[in-house]
């Protein structure tokens, strides 16, 4: 028997806002399905989209009798929240269900159970102050606008940590348009291939010094990828003993630098030993950025 309270609201039993689950308004349903294409949006055929969360409420007590394993590609148990259609998420999920978790019935609970976006992991370390700054951007969006990847909050989140306090702080130090001020950050610059050396330049000169010499940064960046990408090129680069080849995050580099080894010079695996070589060479970039 499905309890009584299927459909209470999941602000009723969080205290705390989430990247999720930022009002009573709107929620992120990003995540769901289980499996998708990764350049699908929840934008894209938006009535569709629409008409498939409103079927998927008005038959979910139906689906769980059912019971039925899903191929992953689309789920029964997304769908509404509430009657007013404001939010979208899991039917599933043991907050609707007094701790009893229905995901199982689909085949993909494990996955769903540990589905966590980089971009809310970076909500969750910042400081309340800084987490209603970036809600802030997003207070008259609806479900399927807060849950694209074109939300410019989601595109501010998916950089570093540090990266996203030091624009918060820039921001509210000039007041001035957000997407007019700081779009440059996905529309010129990738934070895959930007999240370190950006950072460290924005860090050391500011916000304001990045936004306005971007030609020089991505021009020295881009020098920096193509001398990385010749690393391979050394005969003594592939396996030989004590130079076996190991994931690139996994070196002695920060994090953000691994991802521009793999995104920008296609380096997925290196030899350990080349970890001081490549700190040299990208801080030696920096300080030619710096210096302009």
């Not at 980089?118 to 909500?123: D, I, L, S, Y």
Request: net charge negative; with cysteine; glycine share 4%.
């Amino acid at each position: 028997m499905v309890p009584a309270d299927i459909f209470i609201s999941y602000p009723t039993m969080l205290n705390l806002a989430s990247l999720c689950f930022p009002d009573d308004q709107k929620s992120c349903f990003y995540c769901c399905p289980p499996i998708r294409d990764p350049e699908a949006d929840p934008l894209d055929n938006i009535e569709e989209r629409r008409a498939m969360l409103r079927r998927n409420r008005k038959a979910i007590n139906d689906n769980i009798t059912l019971g039925q394993e899903i191929s992953g590609e689309s789920c029964w148990g997304l769908g509404f929240l509430d009657d007013e259609e404001k939010q979208a998420g899991c039917l599933l999920h043991p907050l609707r269900h007094n701790g009893r978790d229905l995901r199982n019935l689909t085949g993909y609970q494990f996955k769903c159970a540990n589905a966590l976006c980089r971009e809310a992991m970076v909500f969750a370390e910042l400081n309340p102050d800084e987490q209603n700054f970036c809600l802030s951007l997003c207070l008259d969006m609806d479900s399927f606008a807060y849950s694209s990847r074109s939300n410019p909050l989601m595109r501010l989140l998916a950089w570093e940590t540090m990266m996203v306090q030091l624009i918060i702080i820039d921001a509210q130090e000039n007041r001035k348009p957000f997407l007019a001020e700081y779009g440059f950050l996905w529309q010129t610059l990738d934070f895959r291939l930007d999240g370190y050396l950006a950072f460290e330049t924005a860090r050391k000169k500011g916000i304001d010094f990045l936004r306005h010499n971007l030609d020089h940064y991505i021009s020295l960046r881009n020098a920096l990828i193509d001398e990385l990408k010749k690393l391979t090129d050394d005969p003594s680069f592939r396996t030989s003993g004590d130079r076996a080849l190991i994931p690139a995050h996994r070196l002695e580099i920060p994090f953000a630098l691994s991802r521009l080894l793999k995104f920008g010079a296609g380096l997925w695996e290196l030899p350990a030993t080349e970890a001081e070589l490549i700190l040299n060479k990208t801080e030696e970039t920096l300080e030619k950025i710096l210096l302009y």
